[in-house]
């Protein structure tokens, strides 16, 4: 299953944006599904991530502003953006959690393709 981000753009600073995660197939079964950015000369970071039971986890930069959503009958996952920051400006991508015997491990990066992204400007 291929997971491809969109619903990116210029916005000014306390504006929203939701950003759409569309799965080439059903994602029931992804146990969990994250949100990442990289901006420039930054490394890419976990943004969210949501867990097939629901489960959520967020970076502490965005905690109370971003919200992660999963709608498996529609294989979609969603990254509503709230009061949006200048410093939110970055390429934004989801991903497949990387699966470990513990559980998801949220903060390592997945390997393989990443797709394009979807690019989110904040204006000041």
């Known amino acids: 299953v291929q997971l491809q981000a969109s619903g990116g753009g210029l916005v000014q600073a306390g504006g929203s944006l939701r950003l759409s995660c569309a799965a080439s197939?059903?994602?029931?079964?992804?146990?969990?599904i994250g949100w990442y950015r990289q901006a420039p000369g930054k490394q890419r970071e976990l943004v969210a991530g949501?867990?097939?039971?629901?489960?959520?986890k967020y970076a502490d930069s965005v905690k109370g502003r971003f919200a992660i959503s999963r709608h498996n009958t529609v294989n979609t996952v969603y990254l509503q953006m709230n009061s949006l920051k200048p410093e939110d400006t970055a390429v934004y991508y989801c991903?497949?959690?990387?699966?470990?015997?513990?559980?998801?491990?949220?903060?390592?990066?997945?390997?393989?393709?990443w797709g394009q992204g979807t690019q989110v400007t904040v204006s000041s």
């Open positions: 991903n497949k959690v990387p699966q470990r015997p513990y559980g998801s491990s949220w903060y390592e990066l997945p390997l393989g393709s």
């Open positions: 197939g059903s994602i029931f079964s992804i146990n969990a």
């Open positions: 949501i867990s097939s039971g629901g489960s959520t």
